[in-house]
């Protein structure tokens, strides 16, 4: 695996990966290196206040220089209402925390996550209880090797 390396002027630490959701939002985070992403857990939001508390917490405990927010993406390419809103929360997030975000299409992580929890034979009970911070972990490894290919585009596919 080749390594990243943060871009010039990007401040050292790990990054954070947003499975954006009005409910659940899951989490992951990469090592210290930026090399691999793995899942963290989920949030359940709860209101601005403790939301805002919890994630401020997180970046501090976590080191966390970056935040990489999936952004819900029609096949098509266009974005969603659902988009709009992680865009939103990505704002937010930057204001409360004082970190950067940048956004990475998500498309089929969730799909990704899903089927790799049933090929797991879990219950669907465990499924739910995993799906999100997967998915999150999907999206963050995927942001991670588009940023060691150099793609310019998040999401980009390889011709």
Known sequence: MSEFFPKPGSSPGRIGGVD????RI??????????????????????????????QQLAQEERIALWVVG?????DGRESRK????????????EITALPVEFFDERFSSAQA???????????????QRLDKLAAQI????????????????????D
């Open 71 to 75: 952004l819900p993406i029609h096949l």
């Open 114 to 128: 899903e089927e790799l929890l049933m090929a797991a034979e879990l219950t669907s009970k465990k499924r739910k």
């Open 20 to 23: 954006y959701g009005t409910v």
């Open 26 to 55: 899951g989490l992951a985070v990469t090592d210290p290196d930026r090399t691999m992403a793995s899942p963290l857990e989920i949030y359940t939001r709860r209101n601005p206040q403790l939301d805002a508390k919890y994630f």
């Open 83 to 94: 988009s709009q809103e992680a865009r939103r929360f990505g704002q937010w997030l930057t």
């Open 139 to 158: 999206m963050l490894s995927g942001y991670l090797e588009s940023e060691t290919k150099g793609q310019q585009e998040p999401g980009a596919l390889d």
